[in-house]
């Protein structure tokens, strides 16, 4: 598989301040990165860095195959970016907007209505299009400035926080938006300070604190470094005890401990157990009536690798206005 975005040793000094120190990953051709850490980490230093607005003062980087370090102007071409630096025209409908951003790209009037349809039609804002760019909500118009990066068709779209800000629901409705232009094949690194949201979207998360890359990792491995217990608590229409055996007898199960109509069954792996368990119930005829599961989440990974708590991202976020 060709890497879309490789970078090595990316850093960007502000005076005194190391902003981003000597960071290094490389992004699969298609993959949904992320990049995942607390106000002031680094995030949108290293975004504007592999997008050409911001000079490195060391390290390399290139991105869809455009060494951004040295020719920087040229990779715009190339990528897509959603940034809070809003380019459209309030006055202008939605249509004239994207059809004005396509004439800036060259792309060819024939294509040009095609593309601005297909995408409208992606992200939900058809029959908005006759609509003043200043009349929409806040979603709509969030919906529209990522429509309008990827007008040209970019290999790599990247996007610096995109959710935040946004009410529950239009988060909601982005999010899944992002899994379907995944879906669609291109190459996506989200930022984010939301860990749920890297942990729901990313196949891999890179988690950044203080200007510096603390690891690398699919958010499942991440969650299996953390050595929390995993178990399932089931409870029965009956005294447990009568299912001890079956539930001993469990191949996943490593221990099992039984209080009333109340099960706690030990395992490694909560999605292994779940079928086995429910036949075994089933089988003796017992009928389940709750069932839960506690395991670890990215949040613990995140505290323990990173040594911070996870409240400290969003009271940063909230104090930054
Ligand atoms: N133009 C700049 N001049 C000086 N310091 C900056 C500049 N841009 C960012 N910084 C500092 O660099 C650090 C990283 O900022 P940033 O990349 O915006 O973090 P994030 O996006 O993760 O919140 C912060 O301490 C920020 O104050
Ligand atoms: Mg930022």
């Avoid at 529950?168 to 190459?187: F, K, W």
């Avoid at 949201?197 to 958010?219: F, K, M, S, W, Y």
């Avoid at 292994?272 to 089988?283: G, R, S």
Wanted: proline share 3%; net charge negative.
């Amino acid at each position: 598989m060709v890497d879309a975005i490789r970078v090595e040793g990316l850093t960007k000094v502000y005076g005194e301040l190391v902003a981003v120190d000597q960071v290094g990953f490389a992004v699969r051709a298609g993959e949904l990165f992320g990049l995942l850490g607390p106000n002031g980490a680094g995030k949108t230093t290293t975004i504007c860095m592999l997008t050409g607005l911001t000079r490195p003062t060391s390290g390399s980087a290139m991105v869809a195959g455009q060494d951004v370090v040295k020719r920087p102007f040229q990779v715009k071409e190339h990528i897509g970016m959603l940034s809070d630096v809003a380019s459209l025209y309030n006055e202008m409908n939605v249509w004239d907007n994207l059809t004005f951003i396509a004439r800036l790209h060259g792309l060819h009037r024939n294509k040009r209505s095609e593309r601005i349809g297909d995408l409208l039609d992606l992200f939900g804002l058809i029959d908005s299009k006759r609509q003043p760019v200043g009349t929409l909500s806040t979603g709509q118009k969030k919906r529209l400035m990522i429509a309008a990066a990827l007008v040209h068709e970019p290999e790599v779209l990247f996007l610096d926080e995109p959710t935040t800000g946004l009410d529950v629901q239009s988060a909601r409705d982005l999010r899944s938006l992002m899994l379907e232009l995944h879906s669609r094949g291109v190459t996506i690194v989200l930022t984010t300070h939301y860990i749920q949201e890297a942990e729901q979207l990313c196949q891999r998360v890179a988690i950044i604190n203080q200007g510096r890359i603390v690891t690398i990792d699919t958010p499942d491995h991440l969650k299996s470094l953390v050595q929390q217990e995993c178990f399932v608590q089931i409870a029965f229409d009956r005294p447990a005890d009568e299912l001890r055996a079956r539930l001993q007898s469990l191949d996943q199960v490593e221990r099992v401990i039984i209080s009333g109509s109340g099960a706690r069954l030990y395992v490694k792996d909560i999605s292994e157990i779940v079928e086995p368990l429910i036949q075994a119930v089933t089988a003796s005829g017992a009928r389940v009536v709750s069932f839960n599961t506690n395991q670890p989440t990215l949040e613990d990974a995140f505290v323990t690798l990173t040594g911070l708590h996870p409240e400290v991202m969003l009271a940063d976020k909230a104090a930054d206005g």
